[in-house]
């Protein structure tokens, strides 16, 4: 009795491994995006040295910093998008370069000339953890910020709990908190019309990935920062991390230094083609304002 319920089972069996499997592939695909190893020309009087670093489980992750000429004002951490690199962003970086800021970027697993991960969990906290202690053993100076672009967000806040003295976040098309309407929106943008292979999907990318606990952790983050000067900028018509994501960050932050710039006719991650100078100009006079600002913040 027990062998023909068995075969009766295995096609069924066979087709939900199929799908998970199916779900599996996707997510796979989406944590080890097309590799972007942009070249930007940086200005003559500018400096750049690439570097490395030792990620939890020994992934050499590369990094870069360009240096301007002196004097500095300060050291601004850049963490890229999903499918970027440290090079990618580069022309958001430039103005900051121009006016005297060192910028320093690293690149995620499975980005840029980063090694690659197998798994699929996501451990970018623990890597800027790891990036900031690299900073303080080639003596990268500060006063310091942080400059994160869509999912580069989280990391940029995350930044505030390993590095005391950052006196300043600029936050760009994030960062992600509600992660379920996400990935909902990856499953319609995939096409992916199974039940079975929407559940592995959603399944490994908020449980297994560590998703939903990210975005937990940033909530938290978020109500607990006091004082702490720190810039969104979000359009409206964004639809891969949708301006409610911002609205609440803004709204969750307890920071009376928190400013919101809401731009009405970009795309996710359109904001300073759309904006131009002004967005420039904006950030520039947030860091210049902050960074030479002795007042003592908290973080938590």
Request: overall charge positive; glycine content about 6%.
């Amino acid at each position: 009795m027990i062998w023909i319920v068995l075969i009766v089972s295995l096609p069924g069996l066979l087709y939900m491994g199929v799908q998970i499997r199916k779900g599996y592939k996707l997510v796979y695909e989406g944590s080890h995006p097309k590799r972007s190893q942009a070249t930007p020309s940086i200005p003559q009087e500018a400096v750049q040295r690439r570097f490395s670093f030792v990620s939890r489980d020994g992934l050499q992750l590369a990094a870069i910093e360009y240096r301007p000429i002196p004097p500095v004002k300060g050291t601004v951490i850049a963490c890229h998008y999903l499918g970027g690199s440290k090079t990618s962003i580069y022309p958001y970086l430039e103005p900051l370069l121009r006016h005297g800021y060192r910028v320093v970027a690293f690149d995620y697993p499975n980005h840029g000339e980063s090694q690659n991960r197998k798994r699929n969990r996501y451990t970018l906290e623990d890597d800027m953890r790891r990036f900031l202690l690299r900073l303080q053993e080639l003596q990268i100076p500060g006063p310091y910020a942080t400059m994160g672009f869509s999912m580069g967000a989280t990391i940029a806040i995350s930044a505030l709990d390993h590095l005391p003295e950052i006196r300043a976040v600029i936050v760009d098309s994030g960062p992600l908190l509600f992660v379920r309407d996400y990935f909902h929106y990856l499953i319609q943008n995939k096409k992916i019309k199974n039940r079975i292979a929407q559940a592995s999907f959603l399944f490994l990318y908020l449980y297994v990935a560590g998703f939903l606990s990210m975005s937990q952790r940033m909530r938290k983050r978020l109500a607990g920062l006091r004082g702490i000067p720190i810039l969104f900028i979000q359009s409206r018509r964004d639809r891969i991390i949708p301006y409610k994501n911002a609205e609440l960050a803004y709204a969750l932050c307890q920071s009376e230094n928190a400013q919101f710039l809401v731009v009405d006719k970009a795309h996710h991650l359109t904001n300073r083609v759309v904006l131009g100078e002004t967005y420039d100009l904006t950030v520039l006079r947030f860091l210049d304002k902050w960074m030479n600002n002795n007042e003592k913040t908290s973080h938590s």
